[in-house]
C-alpha cells in the first residue's frame, strides 16, 4: 500500500473509486441532481474509436461518450440504463473486455475490481465486504 507524503495528505480526500475529481465533477452535468454516484469508471470501444465513462448511480447506469479524441471531456449521454442491469463478466482472457448495449468494451485492469463490485452491489449484495467506517 502507497502513503501519501506530508503534501499530498494535506488535500488528499478518500473516494471510493479512482477517477479523478474532475471528471467525476463534469460526468455530474449529465445526471439527475438527485442521482450518487456509487461506481465511475472509463471504458473504451473495443478495437479502438470512441471513449466512454460509465457512471453507476443509486438508481441507473449512464453511459457518457467523451468521443475519439479526449478520455476526460465528456460530451454526451450514449445510453442510460436501470440500475439493475448488469455490466460484467470481464472477460479476462486477451485484455479486460465486456460487452453492454450491444457493444464490447475495454477497460484497464484496475476497473475489473469496480465493474464487479458494482455488479456484486445489484446481484449479490451478500458477498459484498462489510464497510469498516459505516459512520462516515
Not at 6 to 19: H, I, K, Y
Not at 62 to 67: C, H, M, P, R
Amino acid at each position: 500500500m502507497m502513503v501519501p507524503s506530508a503534501a499530498q495528505q494535506s488535500r488528499w480526500e478518500p473516494t471510493v473509486v479512482p477517477v479523478p475529481r474532475p471528471l467525476r465533477e463534469r460526468c455530474r452535468d449529465f445526471l439527475d441532481l438527485t442521482e450518487e454516484i456509487r461506481y465511475i469508471f472509463p471504458a473504451s470501444q473495443a478495437g479502438g474509436g470512441s471513449h466512454f465513462v460509465f457512471v453507476v448511480t443509486d438508481s441507473a447506469v449512464t453511459v457518457i461518450s467523451t468521443g475519439a479524441l479526449s478520455r476526460s471531456r465528456p460530451k454526451s449521454v450514449w445510453g442510460t440504463y436501470p440500475r439493475r442491469t448488469r455490466l460484467g463478466p470481464v472477460d479476462v482472457g486477451a485484455g479486460a473486455f465486456f460487452d453492454f448495449g450491444g457493444l464490447d468494451f475495454e477497460v484497464d485492469d484496475e476497473y475489473i475490481a469496480v465493474i464487479n463490485a458494482a455488479d456484486a452491489e445489484v446481484f449479490a449484495r451478500d458477498t459484498l465486504p462489510r464497510d469498516p467506517l459505516p459512520d462516515l
